[in-house]
């Protein structure tokens, strides 16, 4: 009777884990590779075990003669992707656990990997873009954004800094944009994530199912060829549009009030995730995405080893009192030395492609 019993049990399992859908989908349609976030109940929130799974997917279609271009997208119609697994970081670095630098290294490598890709690499950005989320798209060819696209970079609120290869493209942003997106973690939503300059393209969310297909159906297409298809799909979308100053220009015209705001914002963040980020984009103003990318391991393992990010990810994710204790407490407290350290070399243990 007791095998019985466990022999039942061992089927019911098998039968449930079984129906367990993969965190991230693989799939070859026609002559496209197709990959698709699929944790839809955590926003497609990003964890290693994803990044092992792309990764080595990514490089083995970039030598597949059969396939010609990749598209990458979010399950469950909210988000891309919201961001990495932040609290299972967190709890790693509690721990003494190496994930703490599993994931940042094997994120990066796959970050550049999206940078340096040689075949057109479509990211369709509909819905929350955040954190991870940006390092799978905006390195990559093409970006397309929706009227449901909300993409952020809000670290510095968590104690930590805009990674996944920000050094790189926020300092070439219009202006002082990228700046001002990786100090306050303001948001960009639909069309302004397009103006702004990350996203390639604009389309609406309703029309994507019918640019994938047709994406999907291009016979040995070339970047000029997915290019035409994106330009003609965003054309639809002209007698839309209506003409907006745009972000850079209403920043210019910041009233009292408005700088008030802002500087309230900048006082909830980490005075060292802001000093951090200052240096993080003056630096990788002058630095391909390699090189960003391995001062920003650097910066990632600084923070494991502080206590901000700790701090930030109880107040904010954990306990949720919105209501940090940073130390340092203010910006004066924290010292250029400190600063500088942080961007150290790691010697044998930095990051390396």
């Given at each position: 009777?007791?095998?019985?019993?466990?022999?039942?049990?061992?089927?019911?399992?098998?039968?449930?884990?079984?129906?367990?859908?993969?965190?991230?989908?693989?799939?070859?349609?026609?002559?496209?590779?197709?990959?698709?976030?699929?944790?839809?109940?955590?926003?497609?929130?990003?964890?290693?075990?994803?990044?092992?799974?792309?990764?080595?997917?990514?490089?083995t279609w970039e030598q597949d003669s059969e396939t010609d271009i990749v598209?990458?997208?979010?399950?469950?119609?909210?988000?891309?992707?919201?961001?990495?697994?932040?609290?299972?970081?967190?709890?790693?670095?509690?721990?003494?656990?190496?994930?703490?630098?599993?994931?940042?290294?094997?994120?990066?490598?796959?970050?550049?990997?999206?940078?340096?890709?040689?075949?057109?690499?479509?990211?369709?950005?509909?819905?929350?873009?955040?954190?991870?989320?940006?390092?799978?798209?905006?390195?990559?060819?093409?970006?397309?954004?929706?009227?449901?696209?909300?993409?952020?970079?809000?670290?510095?609120?968590?104690?930590?800094?805009?990674?996944?290869?920000?050094?790189?493209?926020?300092?070439r942003l219009r202006g002082k944009l990228g700046l001002f997106l990786a100090?306050?973690?303001?948001?960009?939503?639909?069309?302004?994530?397009?103006?702004?300059?990350?996203?390639?393209?604009?389309?609406?969310?309703?029309?994507?199912?019918?640019?994938?297909?047709?994406?999907?159906?291009?016979?040995?297409?070339?970047?000029?060829?997915?290019?035409?298809?994106?330009?003609?799909?965003?054309?639809?979308?002209?007698?839309?549009?209506?003409?907006?100053?745009?972000?850079?220009?209403?920043l210019k015209f910041l009233k009292v009030g408005s700088l008030c705001l802002?500087?309230?914002?900048?006082?909830?963040?980490?005075?060292?995730?802001?000093?951090?980020?200052?240096?993080?984009?003056?630096?990788?103003?002058?630095?391909?995405?390699?090189?960003?990318?391995?001062?920003?391991?650097?910066?990632?393992?600084?923070?494991?080893?502080?206590?901000?990010?700790?701090?930030?990810?109880?107040?904010?994710?954990?306990?949720?009192?919105?209501?940090?204790?940073?130390?340092?407490?203010?910006?004066?407290?924290?010292?250029?030395?400190?600063?500088?350290?942080?961007?150290?070399?790691?010697?044998?243990?930095?990051?390396?492609?």
């Open positions: 009777m007791n095998i019985c019993t466990d022999v039942v049990r061992c089927l019911y399992f098998y039968q449930m884990s079984s129906q367990v859908s993969p965190d991230v989908l693989l799939e070859k349609v026609g002559r496209a590779g197709v990959i698709t976030m699929n944790r839809p109940k955590v926003l497609n929130a990003l964890n290693l075990t994803m990044i092992r799974q792309i990764y080595p997917q990514l490089k598209i990458i997208k979010g399950a469950g119609g909210k988000a891309f992707c919201a961001g990495g697994d932040i609290r299972a970081v967190m709890e790693a670095g509690k721990a003494g656990d190496s994930l703490t630098q599993d994931f940042f290294c094997d994120e990066y490598i796959l970050n550049n990997a999206i940078g340096s890709y040689k075949k057109p690499y479509i990211a369709l950005i509909d819905g929350i873009t955040m954190g991870g989320g940006v390092g799978l798209s905006v390195h990559g060819r093409f970006r397309v954004a929706t009227e449901k696209t909300l993409f952020a970079m809000p670290e510095t609120g968590i104690g930590l800094f805009p990674d996944v290869g920000g050094g790189y493209f926020l300092p100090l306050t973690g303001f948001r960009l939503k639909g069309r302004d994530v397009q103006r702004a300059g990350v996203a390639t393209h604009f389309v609406e969310s309703q029309k994507i199912p019918d640019l994938e297909k047709e994406l999907v159906d291009l016979k040995s297409p070339s970047a000029k060829d997915v290019s035409i298809v994106l330009d003609t799909y965003q054309k639809q979308n002209v007698i839309f549009l209506v003409m907006m100053s745009g972000v850079l220009e209403r802002l500087l309230q914002t900048l006082s909830k963040m980490s005075p060292t995730s802001l000093k951090i980020t200052y240096k993080q984009l003056q630096t990788g103003a002058s630095l391909n995405l390699q090189d960003v990318l391995i001062m920003e391991y650097r910066l990632s393992q600084a923070c494991m080893r502080g206590c901000d990010f700790y701090e930030g990810v109880r107040a904010v994710l954990v306990d949720k009192d919105q209501n940090p204790k940073w130390s340092p407490s203010t910006l004066e407290e924290v010292s250029d030395q400190s600063v500088d350290q942080c961007f150290s070399s790691l010697g044998d243990k930095d990051l390396t492609f």
